[in-house]
C-alpha cells in the first residue's frame, strides 16, 4: 500500500510539474514572445515521500543537488525515527538539546497545539508511532495499546528552558510530521533565493511552494487532487505566484482495514483517526510551514471551528473538502477561476 501510495504521488508531482511546463509553453507559443526554456529538475524520495524542485530560469543543475542536500539535512535533523536525531533523542532519553532549527519548529508546534487546544497535539508520537503509517504493512493496533498511547499524548508536559527540551512523561514525544514539510520547503526557497533564483516550483510531498512566477510573469498552476478522483484527477487548478499550497487528506496515507480505511490524522482523545466529515483542507498561504501547520490543525479542528482559524488569521486562504464532495472556501478566497 505505502508503495502504491509513493508512487500515486510521485505521479501527482511530475504531473503538477508537467502540468506547469504545459501552460509553460502554451502562454510562449503566442504572439512574439520568446520560447521559454524548460526548467531544471529533480525527483527524489525524502521525508518519507517523493520530493521534486524545478528551476525555470537557471541551468546550473548544482542548484538541485544544494537543495536536495538542504532537504536531507533537515530530514535528518527533524525526524522521528531516524536514531541520530535531535527528537529521537528526546524521545528515547526524555531531554535533549535543540538546535535552533528544531527549537523553532517545536515551539510552533507548540502553539498550534495550544491553539487548538490539543486537536493538533505536536506530541502525538506515542500514537503515530503506534499507527505507523509509514510501515509497509500498517494495521489497525489493539484497542488497549491505542488508548494507553492517547494517554501519553500531551503537549502540556513538553518542557522547555532555553534550549532545552524534557518530557515530564517519559513515555510521550514529539513528532514533527504535521510542520517538518512545509519548514523545510521554506529553507529551500531560502536557498534558492540566495542563489538569485527568481522562478522555481518546489514540491515536498504535496506541499507546494512557488519561488516567484514563471519566468514570462505569469501565475504558477498547481493542480489539486481530487479527493474522490481517479490518480491524478483534479479538483481545482489554483493559479499562484511566490505562495505556498498545502494539503491534509484523508487520501494522503491510509489503509483499509475490514472494509474500513484509516488515514494519518489521528484524535489525540480517542486515539483513532479524525472522523470529523472532512476529506481535504487545502491552504494557501506565502509561508510553507503556516500552511502545513494550519492544514493539519484545520483538519483536526473540523470545518466548522477550522474555517473560523483561517478567518481570524490573516493573509492565509483555505478550501474544505468535506465527504459529501462539497467545497468549502474561506472568507475573501480570491484564487477561485473554475
Ligand atoms: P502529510 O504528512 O501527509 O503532508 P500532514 O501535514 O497533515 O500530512 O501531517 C500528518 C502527520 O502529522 C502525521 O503523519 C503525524 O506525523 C502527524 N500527526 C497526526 N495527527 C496529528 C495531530 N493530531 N496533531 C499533530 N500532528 C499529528
Ligand atoms: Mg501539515
Not at 505521479?11 to 504572439?31: D, E, K, N, Q, Y
Not at 498561504?285 to 490543525?297: F, M, R
Request: hydrophobic share 35%; glycine share 8%.
Amino acid at each position: 500500500m505505502k508503495n502504491r501510495l509513493n508512487t500515486h504521488k510521485r505521479r501527482f508531482v511530475s504531473c503538477i510539474m508537467l502540468l506547469s511546463v504545459v501552460i509553460a509553453s502554451i502562454a510562449s507559443g503566442c504572439g512574439t514572445t520568446p520560447k521559454q526554456q524548460e526548467p531544471i529538475s529533480g525527483t527524489r524520495q525524502a521525508l518519507n515521500t517523493s520530493v521534486s524542485v524545478a528551476i525555470y530560469d537557471s541551468t546550473d543543475k548544482s542548484l538541485l543537488d544544494g537543495c536536495f542536500d538542504i532537504i536531507g539535512k533537515y530530514d535528518k535533523l527533524l525526524s522521528r525515527t531516524d536514531t541520530g536525531s535531535e527528537i529521537y533523542k528526546l524521545n528515547e532519553t526524555g531531554e535533549a538539546d535543540l538546535s535552533e532549527d528544531t527549537l523553532t519548529l517545536l515551539k510552533l508546534g507548540l502553539d498550534y497545539s495550544a491553539k487548538s487546544e490539543g486537536a493538533f497535539d505536536i506530541s502525538i508520537k506515542p500514537l503515530s508511532a503506534l499507527w505507523n503509517f509509514s510501515s509497509d504493512n500498517p494495521k489497525v493496533p489493539a484497542a488497549e495499546d491505542i488508548a494507553k498511547a492517547s494517554s501519553h499524548v500531551d503537549y502540556k508536559k513538553i518542557l522547555l528552558e532555553g534550549n532545552h527540551a524534557a518530557l515530564q512523561d517519559k513515555d510521550s514525544g514529539v513528532d514533527l510530521g504535521a510542520i517538518a514539510k512545509g519548514y523545510i520547503a521554506d529553507k529551500v526557497k531560502e536557498y534558492l533565493l540566495s542563489k538569485g533564483v527568481k522562478s522555481a516550483l518546489i514540491n515536498l510531498g504535496g506541499n507546494v511552494l512557488c519561488v516567484g512566477s514563471k519566468p514570462d510573469g505569469s501565475d504558477f498552476s498547481v493542480g489539486l487532487q481530487d479527493p474522490f478522483g481517479k490518480r491524478n484527477e483534479y479538483s481545482d487548478v489554483v493559479k499562484l505566484k511566490d505562495l505556498s499550497i498545502v494539503t491534509s487528506g484523508t487520501y494522503e496515507r491510509n489503509f483499509t482495514e475490514g472494509g474500513k480505511t484509516y488515514h494519518h490524522i489521528l484524535n489525540p482523545s480517542t486515539g483513532y483517526p479524525y472522523d470529523n466529515g472532512l476529506v481535504a483542507v487545502s491552504i494557501i498561504s506565502k509561508e510553507s510551514v503556516t500552511g502545513d501547520a494550519l492544514s493539519t490543525t484545520c483538519f483536526a479542528l473540523g470545518l466548522e471551528k477550522g474555517m473560523a482559524l483561517i478567518d481570524a488569521t490573516p493573509d492565509v486562504y483555505a478550501v474544505f473538502v468535506t465527504s459529501d464532495g462539497a467545497k468549502h472556501y474561506s472568507k475573501d478566497y480570491p484564487f477561485k477561476h473554475n
